[in-house]
Protein backbone atom coordinates (compact mmCIF):
# COMPACT_ATOMS: atom_id res chain seq x y z
CA UNK A 1 0.00 0.00 0.00
CA UNK A 2 2.86 2.13 1.01
CA UNK A 3 4.48 1.61 -2.04
CA UNK A 4 1.56 2.59 -4.09
CA UNK A 5 1.38 5.74 -2.27
CA UNK A 6 4.92 6.57 -2.77
CA UNK A 7 4.54 6.08 -6.75
CA UNK A 8 1.45 8.16 -7.52
CA UNK A 9 2.98 10.68 -5.27
CA UNK A 10 6.33 10.04 -7.86
CA UNK A 11 4.46 10.39 -10.62
CA UNK A 12 2.50 13.76 -9.35
CA UNK A 13 5.56 15.00 -8.35
CA UNK A 14 7.20 14.09 -12.21
CA UNK A 15 3.95 15.49 -13.87
CA UNK A 16 3.84 19.26 -12.03
CA UNK A 17 7.54 19.31 -12.86
CA UNK A 18 6.91 18.62 -16.54
CA UNK A 19 4.21 20.75 -16.57
CA UNK A 20 6.69 23.25 -14.88
CA UNK A 21 9.27 23.22 -17.66
CA UNK A 22 6.68 23.41 -20.60
CA UNK A 23 5.18 26.34 -19.05
CA UNK A 24 8.62 28.03 -18.29
CA UNK A 25 9.94 27.59 -22.05
CA UNK A 26 6.22 28.72 -23.38
CA UNK A 27 6.77 32.33 -21.45
CA UNK A 28 10.58 32.66 -22.58
CA UNK A 29 9.47 31.73 -25.88
CA UNK A 30 6.43 34.18 -26.16
CA UNK A 31 9.14 36.33 -24.35
CA UNK A 32 11.99 35.71 -27.14
CA UNK A 33 9.29 36.36 -29.88
CA UNK A 34 8.24 39.94 -28.67
CA UNK A 35 11.60 40.79 -28.44
CA UNK A 36 12.74 39.83 -32.23
CA UNK A 37 9.83 40.96 -34.33
CA UNK A 38 8.23 43.50 -32.62
CA UNK A 39 10.94 45.36 -29.78
CA UNK A 40 14.26 44.94 -32.38
CA UNK A 41 13.42 46.35 -35.46
CA UNK A 42 10.96 49.01 -33.79
CA UNK A 43 14.07 49.64 -31.64
CA UNK A 44 11.80 49.63 -28.50
CA UNK A 45 14.26 49.19 -25.54
CA UNK A 46 11.77 49.62 -22.48
CA UNK A 47 14.47 48.21 -20.36
CA UNK A 48 16.40 45.12 -18.86
CA UNK A 49 18.31 43.09 -20.95
CA UNK A 50 16.50 43.20 -24.01
CA UNK A 51 16.34 46.83 -24.00
CA UNK A 52 20.08 47.34 -23.27
CA UNK A 53 20.41 44.60 -26.08
CA UNK A 54 18.87 46.56 -28.12
CA UNK A 55 20.48 49.77 -27.60
CA UNK A 56 23.93 47.97 -28.43
CA UNK A 57 23.00 46.22 -31.18
CA UNK A 58 22.32 49.75 -32.96
CA UNK A 59 25.28 50.87 -31.86
CA UNK A 60 27.67 47.76 -32.97
CA UNK A 61 25.20 46.77 -36.45
CA UNK A 62 27.45 43.66 -36.62
CA UNK A 63 26.27 41.80 -33.91
CA UNK A 64 22.48 41.48 -33.43
CA UNK A 65 20.42 41.60 -30.34
CA UNK A 66 20.72 37.47 -29.61
CA UNK A 67 24.38 37.85 -29.28
CA UNK A 68 24.26 41.07 -26.62
CA UNK A 69 21.50 39.31 -24.80
CA UNK A 70 24.31 36.05 -24.53
CA UNK A 71 26.99 38.51 -23.33
CA UNK A 72 24.59 40.12 -20.78
CA UNK A 73 23.28 37.48 -19.29
CA UNK A 74 26.16 35.73 -18.95
CA UNK A 75 27.80 39.11 -17.15
CA UNK A 76 24.92 38.73 -14.61
CA UNK A 77 24.91 35.26 -14.40
CA UNK A 78 28.70 35.52 -13.29
CA UNK A 79 28.50 38.27 -10.98
CA UNK A 80 25.06 35.89 -9.52
CA UNK A 81 27.42 32.98 -8.88
CA UNK A 82 29.80 35.71 -7.23
CA UNK A 83 27.40 37.29 -4.54
CA UNK A 84 24.54 34.89 -4.41
CA UNK A 85 26.15 31.29 -4.42
CA UNK A 86 25.22 28.42 -7.42
CA UNK A 87 22.34 27.52 -5.00
CA UNK A 88 20.45 31.01 -4.59
CA UNK A 89 20.22 30.82 -8.99
CA UNK A 90 18.18 28.41 -9.08
CA UNK A 91 16.14 28.66 -12.14
CA UNK A 92 17.70 31.94 -12.86
CA UNK A 93 20.27 30.27 -14.72
CA UNK A 94 18.48 27.93 -16.79
CA UNK A 95 16.08 31.66 -17.52
CA UNK A 96 18.80 33.46 -18.64
CA UNK A 97 20.44 31.22 -21.37
CA UNK A 98 17.00 29.83 -22.67
CA UNK A 99 15.57 33.57 -23.46
CA UNK A 100 19.15 34.10 -25.18
CA UNK A 101 18.66 31.15 -26.93
CA UNK A 102 15.66 31.68 -28.36
CA UNK A 103 16.22 35.17 -29.39
CA UNK A 104 18.66 34.16 -31.32
CA UNK A 105 16.93 30.93 -32.62
CA UNK A 106 14.06 33.56 -34.04
CA UNK A 107 16.76 35.74 -35.22
CA UNK A 108 18.36 32.91 -37.37
CA UNK A 109 14.79 31.41 -38.27
CA UNK A 110 12.75 35.08 -39.01
CA UNK A 111 15.17 37.79 -39.14
CA UNK A 112 13.40 41.18 -38.96
CA UNK A 113 15.47 43.71 -40.67
CA UNK A 114 12.12 46.08 -41.08
CA UNK A 115 8.71 46.09 -39.18
CA UNK A 116 5.87 44.07 -39.89
CA UNK A 117 3.70 47.52 -40.26
CA UNK A 118 4.13 51.33 -41.04
CA UNK A 119 2.03 51.55 -37.85
CA UNK A 120 4.37 52.05 -34.24
CA UNK A 121 1.75 52.27 -32.48
CA UNK A 122 0.20 48.53 -33.41
CA UNK A 123 3.91 47.13 -33.60
CA UNK A 124 3.94 48.85 -30.00
CA UNK A 125 0.95 47.05 -28.51
CA UNK A 126 2.31 43.75 -29.20
CA UNK A 127 5.71 44.55 -28.24
CA UNK A 128 4.41 45.06 -25.16
CA UNK A 129 1.50 42.01 -25.04
CA UNK A 130 3.58 39.08 -26.07
CA UNK A 131 6.54 39.39 -23.42
CA UNK A 132 4.09 40.78 -20.82
CA UNK A 133 2.33 37.46 -21.38
CA UNK A 134 5.48 35.60 -21.69
CA UNK A 135 6.66 37.03 -18.36
CA UNK A 136 3.45 36.51 -16.87
CA UNK A 137 3.50 33.16 -17.84
CA UNK A 138 6.56 32.45 -15.97
CA UNK A 139 6.13 34.91 -12.97
CA UNK A 140 3.06 32.80 -12.34
CA UNK A 141 4.79 29.21 -11.87
CA UNK A 142 7.54 31.02 -9.46
CA UNK A 143 10.51 31.55 -12.33
CA UNK A 144 11.95 34.39 -13.62
CA UNK A 145 12.94 35.80 -16.85
CA UNK A 146 16.60 35.95 -15.73
CA UNK A 147 18.38 39.21 -16.77
CA UNK A 148 17.97 42.00 -14.21
CA UNK A 149 16.49 40.20 -11.90
CA UNK A 150 19.64 38.69 -10.99
CA UNK A 151 20.37 41.83 -10.03
CA UNK A 152 17.41 42.61 -7.89
CA UNK A 153 18.78 39.74 -6.38
CA UNK A 154 22.22 40.79 -5.47
CA UNK A 155 21.25 44.23 -4.37
CA UNK A 156 18.10 42.62 -1.89
CA UNK A 157 21.15 40.84 -0.39
CA UNK A 158 23.80 42.81 -0.27
CA UNK A 159 22.25 46.43 -0.29
CA UNK A 160 19.74 48.73 1.81
CA UNK A 161 18.38 50.01 -1.80
CA UNK A 162 14.73 50.01 -2.61
CA UNK A 163 14.66 47.77 -5.69
CA UNK A 164 12.15 48.41 -7.21
CA UNK A 165 13.21 52.24 -7.58
CA UNK A 166 16.54 50.82 -8.23
CA UNK A 167 15.46 48.93 -11.28
CA UNK A 168 13.20 51.52 -12.49
CA UNK A 169 15.95 54.12 -12.89
CA UNK A 170 17.74 51.64 -15.00
CA UNK A 171 14.44 51.15 -16.98
CA UNK A 172 14.49 54.98 -17.46
CA UNK A 173 18.64 55.58 -18.36
CA UNK A 174 17.45 52.68 -21.44
CA UNK A 175 14.92 54.45 -22.14
CA UNK A 176 16.90 57.59 -22.19
CA UNK A 177 19.57 56.14 -23.81
CA UNK A 178 16.83 54.71 -27.02
CA UNK A 179 15.73 58.47 -27.43
CA UNK A 180 19.50 59.73 -27.52
CA UNK A 181 19.89 56.61 -30.86
CA UNK A 182 16.77 56.48 -32.05
CA UNK A 183 14.77 59.82 -31.82
CA UNK A 184 12.33 61.60 -29.04
CA UNK A 185 9.51 60.05 -31.04
CA UNK A 186 10.91 56.28 -30.22
CA UNK A 187 11.72 57.39 -26.77
CA UNK A 188 8.01 58.09 -25.80
CA UNK A 189 6.70 54.66 -27.12
CA UNK A 190 9.36 53.15 -24.89
CA UNK A 191 7.99 54.87 -21.89
CA UNK A 192 4.79 54.05 -22.62
CA UNK A 193 5.54 50.51 -23.55
CA UNK A 194 7.11 50.22 -20.01
CA UNK A 195 4.27 51.34 -18.94
CA UNK A 196 1.95 49.64 -19.90
CA UNK A 197 3.55 46.10 -19.60
CA UNK A 198 3.92 46.24 -15.85
CA UNK A 199 -0.05 46.30 -16.56
CA UNK A 200 -0.72 43.79 -18.67
CA UNK A 201 1.76 41.46 -16.76
CA UNK A 202 -0.19 42.39 -13.61
CA UNK A 203 -3.68 41.65 -15.38
CA UNK A 204 -2.73 38.54 -17.09
CA UNK A 205 -1.68 36.85 -13.74
CA UNK A 206 -4.78 37.76 -12.12
CA UNK A 207 -6.64 36.58 -14.94
CA UNK A 208 -4.51 32.72 -14.94
CA UNK A 209 -5.40 32.57 -11.11
CA UNK A 210 -8.72 33.75 -11.44
CA UNK A 211 -11.26 31.58 -9.62
CA UNK A 212 -14.87 32.18 -8.61
CA UNK A 213 -15.63 32.05 -4.46
CA UNK A 214 -19.13 30.86 -4.51
CA UNK A 215 -21.19 31.00 -1.33
CA UNK A 216 -24.35 29.32 -1.25
CA UNK A 217 -27.07 29.70 1.65
CA UNK A 218 -29.97 27.26 1.36
CA UNK A 219 -32.53 25.23 3.08
CA UNK A 220 -31.58 22.09 1.11
CA UNK A 221 -27.66 21.47 1.17
CA UNK A 222 -27.90 17.70 0.21
CA UNK A 223 -28.65 17.87 -3.24
CA UNK A 224 -26.21 20.96 -3.72
CA UNK A 225 -23.39 19.07 -1.72
CA UNK A 226 -23.70 16.19 -3.89
CA UNK A 227 -23.75 18.47 -7.24
CA UNK A 228 -20.22 19.92 -6.20
CA UNK A 229 -18.61 16.71 -4.87
CA UNK A 230 -19.86 14.49 -7.93
CA UNK A 231 -20.70 16.45 -10.75
CA UNK A 232 -17.77 19.02 -10.19
CA UNK A 233 -15.36 17.05 -7.99
CA UNK A 234 -14.56 20.02 -5.77
CA UNK A 235 -14.79 20.20 -2.10
CA UNK A 236 -16.64 22.62 0.10
CA UNK A 237 -16.96 24.11 3.90
CA UNK A 238 -20.73 23.61 5.27
CA UNK A 239 -21.59 25.33 7.91
CA UNK A 240 -24.72 25.63 9.82
CA UNK A 241 -26.52 29.16 10.08
CA UNK A 242 -30.10 30.75 10.86
CA UNK A 243 -32.03 33.25 9.08
CA UNK A 244 -31.79 36.85 11.12
CA UNK A 245 -35.16 37.92 10.25
CA UNK A 246 -36.92 34.72 9.08
CA UNK A 247 -35.20 32.87 12.26
CA UNK A 248 -35.08 29.98 9.83
CA UNK A 249 -32.47 26.99 10.27
CA UNK A 250 -30.41 27.43 7.04
CA UNK A 251 -27.02 25.95 5.78
CA UNK A 252 -24.30 27.95 4.04
CA UNK A 253 -22.20 26.02 1.45
CA UNK A 254 -18.69 27.66 0.72
CA UNK A 255 -16.91 26.40 -2.70
CA UNK A 256 -13.88 27.42 -4.83
CA UNK A 257 -14.57 26.80 -8.80
CA UNK A 258 -13.23 28.00 -12.18
CA UNK A 259 -15.68 30.18 -14.23
CA UNK A 260 -16.88 27.84 -16.26
CA UNK A 261 -18.04 25.36 -12.87
CA UNK A 262 -19.38 28.60 -11.15
CA UNK A 263 -21.56 28.78 -14.19
CA UNK A 264 -22.83 25.56 -13.80
CA UNK A 265 -23.53 25.83 -9.91
CA UNK A 266 -25.84 29.10 -10.85
CA UNK A 267 -27.97 27.08 -13.53
CA UNK A 268 -28.05 23.97 -10.80
CA UNK A 269 -29.73 26.50 -8.27
CA UNK A 270 -31.86 28.14 -11.08
CA UNK A 271 -33.29 24.64 -12.12
CA UNK A 272 -33.23 22.76 -8.54
CA UNK A 273 -33.59 25.24 -5.59
CA UNK A 274 -34.42 28.01 -7.20
CA UNK A 275 -35.07 29.95 -3.44
CA UNK A 276 -31.25 29.47 -2.30
CA UNK A 277 -29.25 32.86 -2.54
CA UNK A 278 -25.79 32.88 -3.39
CA UNK A 279 -22.69 35.20 -3.99
CA UNK A 280 -19.75 34.69 -6.47
CA UNK A 281 -16.80 36.73 -5.68
CA UNK A 282 -14.04 37.26 -7.91
CA UNK A 283 -10.53 36.17 -6.32
CA UNK A 284 -6.74 35.55 -8.05
CA UNK A 285 -5.17 34.48 -4.33
CA UNK A 286 -6.64 30.87 -4.03
CA UNK A 287 -3.99 29.06 -2.51
CA UNK A 288 -4.14 25.12 -1.22
CA UNK A 289 -4.94 21.86 -2.52
CA UNK A 290 -6.31 22.00 -6.09
CA UNK A 291 -4.94 25.04 -6.68
CA UNK A 292 -1.52 26.73 -6.02
CA UNK A 293 0.21 25.03 -3.50
CA UNK A 294 1.23 26.81 -0.44
CA UNK A 295 5.17 27.23 -1.46
Partial sequence: MMDLVKDAFKKEKLLANFRFFVLLNLGLILTALGIVWFKTPNHFAFGGTSGLSVLLSALFPQFNVGFFMWVLNLILVVLGFVFLGISCMGWTVFSSFALSFYVSLCEAIWPMPHPFTDDK??????????????????????????????????????????????????????????????????????????????????????????????????????????????????????????????????????????????????????????????????SSEIIGKGFRALN
Fill in 121 to 282: LLELIFAVLLPAIGAAIVFNIGASTGGTDIVALILTKHSSLNIGTALMVSDVLIIIGAAAIFGVSTGLYCILGLIGKSFVVDGVIENINQRKVCTVVTSNPEDIIDFILDDLHRSATVEDAQGAYTGKDLTVIITVLTRREAARLRNFLRTNDNHAFITIVN
